[in-house]
Nanobody, 123 residues
Framework: QVQLVESGGGLVQAGGSLRLSCAASGRTFSSRYDMGWFRQAPGKEREFVAAISWSAGSTDYANSVKGRFTISRDNAKNTLYLQMNSLNPEDTAVYTC???????????????WGQGTQVTVSS
């Protein structure tokens, strides 16, 4: 079992930045889990944001965030990060991290999920 806890969300003005963290506990974080961030806005389906392979050798981003968001992980600290720059109101959503194995973009790759952290971007 892996427990995931997100933090770092909040209210920010358009053009601002936030850094999300996802702290993992339980089974060793470095047990080769791929990790990803997904988001869900009110009335919309969950969508892929970014993901990183267990070795950090591969990353993938949704087109809507490419060039603005950066995903990284620190296995020594059991923590996943998402640096979000140039935020706009369309980025407003609950951001959730997941851990699992498989294709980085696929939601069913992720067997463990956190509770999510709210990100609100005002115009």
């Amino acid at each position: 079992q892996v427990q995931l806890v997100e933090s770092g969300g909040g209210l920010v003005q358009a053009g601002g930045s936030l850094r999300l963290s996802c702290a993992a506990s339980g089974r060793t974080f470095s047990s080769r889990y791929d990790m990803g961030w997904f988001r869900q806005a009110p009335g919309k389906e969950r969508e892929f944001v970014a993901a990183i392979s267990w070795s950090a050798g591969s990353t993938d981003y949704a087109n809507s965030v490419k060039g603005r968001f950066t995903i990284s992980r620190d296995n020594a600290k059991n923590t996943l990060y998402l640096q979000m720059n140039s935020l706009n109101p369309e980025d407003t959503a609950v951001y959730t991290c997941g851990a699992g194995w498989g294709p980085l973009r696929a939601v069913n790759t992720y067997h463990y999920w956190g509770q999510g952290t709210q990100v609100t971007v005002s115009s």
